[in-house]
């Protein structure tokens, strides 16, 4: 288990956009796959995008594609998401993950070891 602690979830309205972080440990970056996943009151947990821990490769969900950006910043240790053109729908509860093995990518949440506590995003309309 990784401490992972994410800020910069909000209120914001159909359209705008937020940046989540995601402070992790030095030792993560550049060995684990690190992503978002999110979960909305009533639905079922999903992958929002994840990125490669050479940061080279990145795989977005379909819904969020062309809209999100997942990157990372090695020498402040933090990982980001870029939320732009937010709707309604992307409202829940966003958590930052770090894969259970070194050097592997995944998009499955059993992929993923570790888990932050979470940071609310709420995109009214």
């Known amino acids: 288990q990784v401490q992972l602690a994410e800020s910069g979830g909000g209120l914001v309205q159909a359209g705008g956009s937020l940046r989540l972080s995601c402070a992790a440990p030095g030792p993560i970056f550049g060995r684990y796959t690190m992503g978002w996943f999110r979960q909305a009151p009533g639905k079922e947990r999903e992958a929002v995008a994840v990125i490669s821990w050479s940061g080279r490769d990145t795989v977005y969900a379909p819904s969020v594609k062309g809209r999100f950006t997942i990157s990372r910043d090695d020498t402040r240790n933090i990982l980001f998401l870029q939320m732009n053109s937010l709707k309604p729908d992307d409202s829940a509860a966003y958590y930052c993950?770090?894969?259970?093995?070194?050097?592997?990518?995944?998009?499955?949440?059993?992929?993923?070891?570790?888990w932050g506590p979470g940071t609310q995003v709420t995109v009214s309309s």
């Open positions: 993950v770090v894969h259970r093995r070194t050097f592997e990518l995944g998009f499955e949440s059993t992929d993923f070891g570790s």
